[in-house]
């Protein structure tokens, strides 16, 4: 399989087309001939409360930040969250743990983004949200900015590529094409106790 993967030059943003794509040649396996769609199994994520403080909305879209003002709700409560949608979309939620870690150190809300443009704890691209966004905490507002709603957004991803039926290898290596990366991944999640 050749995958064209198109990057853009020095003074070019990633939304610019190059015109002469570099071809590289993709191990990447097809999944099936057909469209699966995951839906989120629905789990009670138990009552754990972390410095209680409000957060606050101003919503344009579905995908516009919000402003969080909440304290990083530690180690235990974020194990929780990733726990909770490793399950609703049926995958080993210390892979899901492992990408959160090497993404952003574990950050519960983050607008720092990427030379490319990623951004928010789990790195998505804009485009790449809009597929798999998803509202993790159930308030309404899908913010790849925000751990709750971006971990239900990775575990989406890492599912549809595979990672539900076992292939985590495949599933990483659509999250971010590298091998360097996929090891990584993997190195983590092996060392995480639980």
């Avoid at 769609?37 to 957060?55: D, F, G």
């Avoid at 490319?116 to 309404?140: K, L, S, V």
Wanted: hydrophobic fraction near 40%; charged fraction near 20%; glycine fraction near 8%.
């Amino acid at each position: 399989m050749v995958v064209p993967l198109v990057m853009p030059t020095a003074g070019e943003s990633a939304d610019t087309q190059v015109s002469t794509p570099v071809v590289i040649e993709s191990k990447l396996q097809p999944l099936t001939a057909e469209i699966v769609v995951v839906q989120p199994k629905t789990l009670e994520l138990p009552t754990v409360k972390a410095a209680e403080k409000p957060k606050t909305a101003v919503v344009a879209t579905s995908v516009t930040p919000k402003t969080v003002s909440e304290a990083d709700p530690g180690l235990a409560v974020k194990r929780l969250w990733a726990q909770k949608a490793a399950s609703a979309y049926g995958i080993d939620w210390k892979i899901l743990e492992a990408v959160w870690q090497v993404e952003s150190g574990k950050r519960w809300h983050t607008t720092i983004r990427s030379y490319a443009g990623a951004q928010g704890p789990c790195q998505f691209m804009p485009g790449t949200w809009r597929a798999y966004a998803q509202d993790g905490n159930g308030d309404g507002i899908k913010d790849s900015t925000y751990a709750p709603d971006c971990l239900f957004g990775a575990a989406k991803l890492l599912a549809a590529n595979g990672a539900a039926s076992g292939n985590v290898t495949n599933a990483l290596l659509r999250y971010n094409y590298s091998m360097s990366y996929v090891n990584k991944v993997i190195g983590i999640a092996n060392s995480i106790e639980g």
